[in-house]
Each structure stands twice: as structure tokens, then as C-alpha cells.
């Protein structure tokens, strides 16, 4: 498991981050497990709904001071998916403004 705070790996079902000391889910929802991909503002992970088990993938963007473009984009690709209703293309289930994690701007 990673922390969503600092991106420490942890043991699974702890109560606080070995390395930050905070609560190491996202939002208390979801477990990040490993890291898919990343890229210049983004990183994707693979993680798990706490509440069902329900594997989901979380995209973080990374906010710059003023980039509103990206956070344009980022808001439309979500506007995308959640409109989309295919078989094998996996659901949107959620979105969080959090303003936390490991690099101020999950």
C-alpha cells in the first residue's frame, strides 16, 4: 500500500503513514496499491474502495500556481468518463478536490 499524504509504502490496514504519520488513505475511501503511470502533472494508481473492495484506478493531477489549462483538461477527461458507458472501459465512480498529498495538489 502507498500513502496517498507521502507516498511511503506501508503495511497494509495501518492506522497512520510510518513515514508522515497521517492517515495513508485517500480521504479514508480508497487504498492506493502500486502506481500505473506518470507523466509531467499526473501520476495514476491502481487502488481499492475501502467500502466494497471495488478495484479503481485514481488519477492525481498536480497543480501549478495559475495552470488553469491543465486543470481545464483535467476536468474535461473526467467529464468524458463519466459519460461514457462501455463494456471493458471501466466506470467513473468518484471525484476529489483535496488539496493534499505528496506534492500539494492531489
Given at each position: 500500500m502507498?500513502?496517498?499524504r507521502c507516498g511511503a509504502e506501508q503495511a497494509?490496514?495501518?492506522q497512520s503513514c510510518t513515514?508522515?504519520?497521517?492517515d495513508p488513505t485517500l480521504e479514508g475511501r480508497y487504498r492506493l496499491t502500486a502506481i500505473?503511470?506518470?507523466?509531467?502533472?499526473?501520476?495514476?494508481?491502481r487502488g481499492e474502495r475501502l467500502s466494497d473492495g471495488v478495484m479503481v484506478a485514481v488519477k492525481?493531477?498536480?497543480?501549478r500556481l495559475n495552470d488553469?489549462?491543465?486543470?481545464?483538461?483535467?476536468?474535461r477527461e473526467a467529464a468524458v468518463l463519466r459519460s461514457i458507458e462501455v463494456e471493458g472501459v471501466p466506470?467513473?465512480?468518484d471525484q476529489l478536490v483535496i488539496g493534499t498529498g505528496k506534492q500539494q495538489g492531489f
Amino acid at each position: 500500500m502507498l500513502c496517498a499524504r507521502c507516498g511511503a509504502e506501508q503495511a497494509v490496514d495501518i492506522q497512520s503513514c510510518t513515514g508522515c504519520g497521517q492517515d495513508p488513505t485517500l480521504e479514508g475511501r480508497y487504498r492506493l496499491t502500486a502506481i500505473l503511470g506518470s507523466g509531467a502533472q499526473t501520476t495514476t494508481y491502481r487502488g481499492e474502495r475501502l467500502s466494497d473492495g471495488v478495484m479503481v484506478a485514481v488519477k492525481e493531477l498536480l497543480l501549478r500556481l495559475n495552470d488553469w489549462k491543465a486543470l481545464e483538461l483535467f476536468e474535461r477527461e473526467a467529464a468524458v468518463l463519466r459519460s461514457i458507458e462501455v463494456e471493458g472501459v471501466p466506470r467513473y465512480l468518484d471525484q476529489l478536490v483535496i488539496g493534499t498529498g505528496k506534492q500539494q495538489g492531489f
